[in-house]
T-cell receptor, first 115, second 115 residues
Framework: DTEVTQTPKHLVMGMTNKKSLKCEQH?????MYWYKQKAKKPPELMFV???????INESVPSRFSPECPNSSLLNLHLHALQPEDSALYLC??????????????FGQGTRLTVV | AQTVTQSQPEMSVQEAETVTLSCTYD???????LFWYKQPPSRQMILVIR??????QNATENRFSVNFQKAAKSFSLKISDSQLGDTAMYFC????????????FGAGTILRVKS
């Protein structure tokens, strides 16, 4: 199973809403990532979890709150977002550094629209 | 600084022909991994090919091959016998052992395969 599954595929939320994005993988990977991608741009790294601990936070605003409940799951909690946060949110997983197979596997993303 | 440059924003190729996408990168590390990812309109980021910097032999995956020039810090992707399904945004990326679990992406090249 080489799949990273993200739900929901599409999400429309108001600026006062609270919602969560979910990501799941069963490849035994111990590093998981959240990326934000605007149209026709490369993904921008937001957060990295390594062995279920937050290892990188790329100065993301606090209205984005990541959570890694276990080695297979990664959540991104959203609260009080702005219209400019509308984007494709990608989840990825890989083996952590120091292991040979370092390529990241990506999910299909959640298309988020903030109204 | 770790950077990746893709100098071709858009390219077109006729079906069955060969096309080469260019990528240069900059790192002071000696041990790193290079990747080409494909993102079709379906938006899932798919790994096309990977190259370990310590391997001199160029990687190949069916119709996809790379020309890795370590001294020149160049990593181009050649697609042979182009197919309509190859139409996508292609991102060059790399990660280093000392850079944690970060993938550094180039700006991307939109490739259109025409019938």
């Amino acid at each position: 199973d080489t799949e990273v599954t993200q739900t929901p595929k599409h999400l429309v939320m108001g600026m006062t809403n609270k919602k969560s994005l979910k990501c799941e993988q069963h490849m035994g990977h111990r590093a998981m990532y959240w990326y934000k991608q605007k149209a026709k741009k490369p993904p921008e790294l937001m957060f990295v979890y390594s062995y279920e601990k937050l290892s990188i936070n790329e100065s993301v605003p606090s209205r984005f709150s990541p959570e890694c409940p276990n080695s297979s799951l990664l959540n991104l909690h959203l609260h009080a977002l702005q219209p400019e946060d509308s984007a494709l949110y990608l989840c990825a997983s890989s083996q952590p550094r120091g292991v040979v197979d370092t390529e990241a596997f990506f999910g299909q993303g959640t298309r988020l629209t903030v109204v | 600084a770790q950077t990746v440059t893709q100098s071709q924003p858009e390219m077109s190729v006729q079906e069955a022909e060969t096309v080469t996408l260019s990528c240069t990168y900059d790192t002071s590390e000696s041990n790193y991994y290079l990747f080409w990812y494909k993102q079709p309109p379906s938006r899932q980021m798919i790994l096309v090919i990977r190259q370990e910097a310590y391997k001199q032999q160029n990687a190949t995956e069916n119709r996809f091959s790379v020309n890795f020039q370590k001294a020149a810090k160049s990593f181009s992707l050649k697609i042979s016998d182009s197919q309509l399904g190859d139409t996508a945004m292609y991102f060059c990326a790399f990660t280093t052992m000392e850079y944690g679990n970060k993938l550094v992406f180039g700006a991307g090249t939109i490739l259109r395969v025409k019938s």
